[in-house]
């Protein structure tokens, strides 16, 4: 990653990250400064990624997900985040389009990386969704979305899936873009 025994971040990482996000080269160098003061060896394992995503969610259990969320991250596949993982995934996460979000959660998604999404892979997925719930919101959720198993159901019905197809990335896109209520099922965001 960059350069980061000298502590300075190569000019090709930021120009890459310049072009492919929405930030600056002065945010770029100031994201880069406090990765590197938390992360002096310019890497995040999963479990120090872990707990700071557990900051987010301190009454629900969402290790499960952010261990998704790592995977989907760690392009490289080495267990841990480098500054250009991280600086990418806080963009599809928190600023990117739509169609890119959807492209991360694809990959979120296809846990096995096969380039499909079987019914098995969205269980697991939307169980780990379901355990950042707080239970009194999960109380407050509709019949037919209150457990995992419900909102995989539901998910599945509306790509009128078999219980063994699969779904490819393009298919998943589309299908949740024409539904709002798909792509509630596919995330959670918190009640402020």
């Known amino acids: 990653m960059g350069n980061a025994r000298s502590g300075a971040l190569s000019k090709e990482i930021l120009e ?39 900051t987010f969610f ?20 080495d267990g841990t985040l480098d500054f250009r993982e991280y600086i990418i995934a806080l963009h599809l996460t928190s600023s990117g389009k739509t169609h890119l979000k ?43 979305e209150n457990s995992p198993q419900k909102r995989a159901d539901k998910l599945w019905a509306f790509f009128n899936k078999g219980e063994h197809d699969k779904i490819a990335e393009g298919e998943f896109i589309d299908g949740v873009m024409k539904n709002d209520a798909i792509m509630r099922l596919i995330q959670y965001e918190p009640k402020k």
């Open 16 to 54: 890459e990250l310049k072009t492919s996000t929405r930030y600056s080269e002065e945010e770029l160098c100031r994201w880069y400064e406090s990765f590197q003061r938390q992360c002096p060896d310019g890497r995040i394992s999963r479990a120090e990624f872990e707990k700071i995503y557990g």
């Open 58 to 77: 301190p009454n629900s259990d969402p290790q499960g997900y952010a261990r998704h969320v790592f995977r989907s991250f760690d392009t490289n596949d």
């Open 102 to 144: 959807l492209e991360w959660a694809f990959s979120l998604f296809d846990v096995d990386r096969n380039g499909e999404v079987s019914k098995s892979e969205v269980l697991e997925i939307i169980t780990a969704i379901f355990r950042m719930i707080p239970p009194e919101e999960q109380r407050l959720l509709p019949e037919d």
